[in-house]
């Protein structure tokens, strides 16, 4: 089992940027594929970014695609989201996910198996 803790989330004008940080415990990250997802008001939790076990392969939904950037550092047990050119719209709680397995539906949040809390980003427009 693996514990996530998201954080660097904020308060940031429209066109500035963020990096979140999910920090894992209980397992190595190569272990897991893991995603970030996102949830506004009154919306479904929506799938952001990708990153397979061993980093090789990143996957994007098309809003956030060229803006956002997925990566990880094994060695500190860490997944980073940098987060550029800020939208309104990206207003959300931001969460992490551990993926044991592939199960084929990598954009919905019931194909992984651990979550984080959670971490406010807010955009000013």
């Known amino acids: 089992q693996v514990q996530l803790v998201e954080s660097g989330g904020g308060l940031v004008q429209a066109g500035g940027s963020l990096t979140l940080s999910c920090v894992a415990s209980g397992r190595t990250l190569g272990s897991y594929a893991i995603g970030w997802f996102r949830q506004a008001p009154g919306k479904e939790r929506a799938f952001v970014a990708r990153i397979t076990k061993?980093?090789?392969?990143?996957?994007?939904?098309?809003?956030?695609?060229?803006?956002?950037?997925?990566?990880?550092?094994?060695?500190k047990n860490t997944v980073?989201?940098?987060?550029?050119?800020?939208?309104?719209?990206?207003?959300?709680?931001?969460?992490?996910?551990?993926?044991?397995?592939?199960?084929?539906?990598?954009?919905?949040?019931?194909?992984?198996?651990?979550?984080?809390?959670?971490?406010?980003?807010?955009?000013?427009?």
């Open 54 to 75: 061993s980093g090789e392969t990143r996957l994007y939904t098309d809003s956030v695609r060229g803006r956002f950037t997925i990566s990880k550092d094994n060695a």
């Open 80 to 125: 980073y989201l940098q987060m550029n050119s800020l939208k309104f719209e990206d207003t959300a709680v931001y969460y992490c996910a551990a993926d044991r397995s592939y199960g084929g539906s990598i954009a919905s949040p019931s194909e992984y198996d651990y979550w984080g809390q959670g971490t406010q980003v807010t955009v000013s427009s």
